[in-house]
């Protein structure tokens, strides 16, 4: 059984969601405050959090960074935002978010969201996949599954790490599904629909100009930085690496 942790502070909502969550099979746990969530969420393992952004004590996307932090314990995260928040749920996926729902919303649709984080997300695959230093038993060098090049830059799947020239690019898991997602699909053209198909999770409901948000974060940290043309823009279809 898989255990939620909502974080809400308007409590007829919190309640709402715990009813329905629990009638669906799941086991709930509820906090309204944001300093007593991250507590919880730290000293407990929950499968997912559904967390709301305006909370007291500490705000969610300060409690979503900490949960995120090296040695945080990487939660899965679903946000609750408030409509027009375009900022907060781009700055909530770049903190880490698996998925933001906008307030006021269908209790289906929160439910369908919950089922695909918790499959694209199980238990501990979080842990595992900004461990890193687990992995002392391959080799540098000694197998080249996973490792996606161009020119200087490297993706190794594994380790969950992207350099350039050797210099290591901090990307959030976001930034690093869709520039393997690029790097596996070399001189192909992805379309918006299938970058966030394979970035978002085919269940994902949302504005397809977050495919673009991400292509831009992605350019700053790699093209802008390093001074190369890598994402090019295929008018009117999407993107392209081109080897
Ligand atoms: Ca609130």
């Not at 945080?72 to 880490?96: E, N, Y």
Request: one cysteine or more; glycine letters at 8%.
């Amino acid at each position: 059984m898989s255990h939620i942790l909502v974080v809400e502070d308007e409590e007829k909502l919190a309640r709402f969601v715990e009813l329905e969550l629990i009638h669906e099979g799941y086991e709930v746990t509820k906090s309204g405050d944001g300093r007593e969530a991250l507590e919880l969420a730290t000293n407990n393992s929950y499968d997912l959090i559904l967390l709301d952004i305006m909370l007291p004590g500490l705000n969610g996307l300060e409690v979503l960074r900490r949960i995120n932090n090296p040695g945080g314990p990487h939660t899965p995260v679903i946000l609750l935002t408030a409509r027009d928040a375009v900022m907060d749920k781009v700055s909530g996926l770049d903190a880490g978010a698996v998925d933001y729902i906008t307030k006021p919303f269908a209790i289906e649709e929160l439910l369908a969201r919950i089922r695909v984080a918790l499959k694209l997300h199980p238990a501990g695959a979080a842990l595992q996949g900004t461990s890193g230093s687990g992995d002392t038993a391959h080799v540098a060098g000694d197998d080249q599954e996973g490792i996606h090049r161009w020119k200087s830059l490297v993706l190794d799947e594994k380790k969950h790490r992207v350099t350039y020239d050797g210099k290591e690019i901090t990307l959030t898991n976001r930034e690093f599904e869709m520039l393997k997602v690029f790097l596996t699909n070399l001189d192909i053209v992805m379309t918006r629909d299938t970058l966030l198909e394979k970035v978002c999770g085919y269940d994902y409901v949302g504005e397809t100009n977050i495919v673009d948000v991400y292509v831009r974060f992605l350019r700053s940290k790699i093209d802008e930085a390093f001074d190369v043309k890598m994402i090019e823009t295929v008018r009117g279809v999407g993107y392209v690496i081109k080897s």
